[in-house]
């Protein structure tokens, strides 16, 4: 890993992991949050399966179906300091990985020195960076995940 990257990363995760899938169990209310979370991602991952049923049901005509295919497919999770956020996200993305039945997938976890010591355009830069690994990993046809 190059001297860049070390800053951005406090490490990769190989997916699917056991760590991870017995974490998920001590999380209240994860069940819930994840299936949630799948079914939206799902939406925005199978573009092509909205469509079709778009097409099937509605003649093509329905606009949400444009709207939703517009969208990022982007999960962001908000609250105080300690409440799982973080550890909600690294066991969301190895349950996905998992059903999936994903192989050779990298959980990247961005480090909080991403966000610099505010020079100017310090954060961009370092987010830049971080990006390249996820971009390169799947390029090699691995998936990848960033949490942070």
């Not at 003649?59 to 990022?72: D, F």
Request: net charge positive.
């Amino acid at each position: 890993m190059n001297k860049p990257q070390a800053r951005i990363f406090d490490g990769e995760i190989v997916l699917p992991d056991d760590g991870l899938a017995g974490k998920e169990k001590t999380l209240l209310g994860f069940e819930a949050r994840y299936t949630r979370i799948r079914d939206q991602l799902r939406l925005l991952l199978n573009l092509d399966e909205l469509s079709a049923w778009n097409k099937k049901h509605h003649g093509g005509k329905l606009a949400l179906c444009a709207l939703v295919a517009e969208q990022y497919p982007l999960v962001i999770f908000h609250g105080d300091v300690g409440t799982g956020k973080t550890a909600t996200a690294e066991c969301l993305a190895n349950r996905l990985v998992t059903e999936s039945g994903g192989e050779d997938s990298i959980l990247f976890k961005l480090s909080n020195r991403v966000r610099g010591a505010g020079k100017v355009g310090e954060m961009g830069t370092l987010l830049s960076e971080a990006f390249q690994p996820a971009a390169l990993a799947a390029a090699s046809s691995r998936s990848s995940v960033r949490t942070g």
